[in-house]
Nanobody, 126 residues
Framework: QVQLVESGGGSVQAGGSLRLSCAAS????????MGWFRQAPGKEREGVAT???????NYGDSVKGRFTISRDNAKKTLYLQMNSLKPEDTAMYYC????????????????????RGQGTQVTVSS
């Protein structure tokens, strides 16, 4: 059974940084795509970042230039480095992954991937 467990969330002031981690129960090289999405209270889920098996990445417009997604297949871990955090980044952040084909992966936002973690809270104060 595939499990994804996020960690690294917390409270930080605006302008600060956090690094989220997502530990997978299987080698991350098994996934065609992995990503992060977030959801703030009263708001819709938002895709934050995605990384594909070939290494290419994709980011939501609101985080481009501030967030970086990466993965360490040997450690079975996905990361999200978040810099220059803003209060509007406050949300529950979730890790997600899928083993579908590349075309299917690219057609879906991370919150529609087959495997999802339980989330880690990020709070940014002004």
């Amino acid at each position: 059974q595939v499990q994804l467990v996020e960690s690294g969330g917390g409270s930080v002031q605006a302008g600060g940084s956090l690094r989220l981690s997502c530990a997978a129960s299987i080698y991350t090289s098994s996934f065609t795509c992995m990503g992060w999405f977030r959801q703030a209270p009263g708001k819709e889920r938002e895709g934050v970042a995605t990384i594909y098996s070939g290494g290419s990445t994709n980011y939501g417009d609101s985080v481009k230039g501030r967030f970086t997604i990466s993965r360490d297949n040997a450690k079975k871990t996905l990361y999200l480095q978040m810099n220059s955090l803003k209060p509007e980044d406050t949300a529950m952040y979730y890790c997600a992954a899928d083993r579908a084909g590349v075309g299917v992966c690219r057609s879906r936002p991370p919150y529609e991937y087959n495997y999802r973690g339980q989330g880690t809270q990020v709070t940014v104060s002004s």
